[in-house]
């Protein structure tokens, strides 16, 4: 039976710590908590690493999170031997902050590339230091220069970032907010969070469950680092952090 762990991170993506108690240990030695403030993998975001502290003082490293049977179902697994905790321990739970933070920075700098490119997506994978975005485009016709200069008015404009809830049934009237080709956002729950750029949403809105930062200046300087032709319409950008290096 699947476990239903509450997402605390949906809710305020700045919580890098939080106490939980063990509901269960599977056969892989994975870790199920009541509540997390670790995202799980999804949406080509990496899941979180960061540690578990029992009540002795001791720790269990956590090298990646992951969901289980069901999306609620969030699983902390650790790093190679590390103690076993006991259903019902309580826990002191603690992030990787610096690298959650990146993390969200460039997931946020991925919605910022979809404004600019407004074109049916067909992949994507956010890390640290490099992410990618790969668009249905049968000529790019975008040069790194110019995409740079558009992500960086978005970002020194400091627009608010923030989310928000939606129906599938409004989703179905409104099926341009879904900018990905081939995913489609899981129906059937009722309610579907929308992340939402710019004053009431003035420059982007679309369904994403990731972790984002409260406005654009966060992000920080962006760029495009490269514009690569994958397939005969496919063109895949990498954005990096930090500024253009010298042609």
């Not at 076993?84 to 002191?92: A, D, I, L, N, T």
């Not at 690298?99 to 969200?104: A, K």
Request: aromatic share 4%; glycine share 10%.
């Amino acid at each position: 039976m699947a476990h239903k762990t509450e997402a605390l991170f949906r809710d305020d993506a700045y919580l890098g710590t939080a106490d939980a108690t063990v509901v269960a240990v599977n056969d892989r030695g994975g870790i199920i908590l009541d509540r997390t403030v670790f995202y799980a993998t999804s949406g080509g975001q990496p899941g979180d690493t960061g540690s578990l502290e029992r009540a002795d003082g001791t720790g269990i490293a956590i090298a990646a999170t992951i969901t289980g049977e069901t999306n609620d179902e969030i699983i902390h697994v650790p790093a190679l031997e590390q103690a076993v905790p006991k259903v019902g321990e309580r826990m002191r739970l603690a992030i990787d902050w610096p690298r959650r933070q990146l993390l969200m920075r460039m997931h946020s700098a991925c919605h910022l590339l979809t404004v600019v490119c407004p074109f049916p997506i067909t992949g994507a994978a956010v890390s640290e230091d490099d992410s990618r975005i790969d668009f249905d485009i049968p000529d790019a016709g975008f040069t790194k220069e110019d995409v740079t200069a558009r992500l960086m008015e978005l970002v020194r404009a400091d627009h608010p970032i923030f989310t928000r809830l939606i129906s599938d049934e409004e989703l179905a009237y409104n099926p341009g907010l879904v900018k990905s080709k081939n995913v489609r956002p899981p129906a059937g729950t009722g309610k579907i969070r929308l992340v939402c750029i710019g004053e009431n949403a003035s420059i982007d809105s679309q369904p994403c469950g990731g972790t984002h930062v409260k406005s654009t200046g966060e992000i920080g300087e962006i760029h495009i680092g490269k514009i690569e032709k994958k397939g005969r319409e496919n063109r895949r950008f990498r954005i990096r952090f930090g500024p253009m290096p010298p042609a």
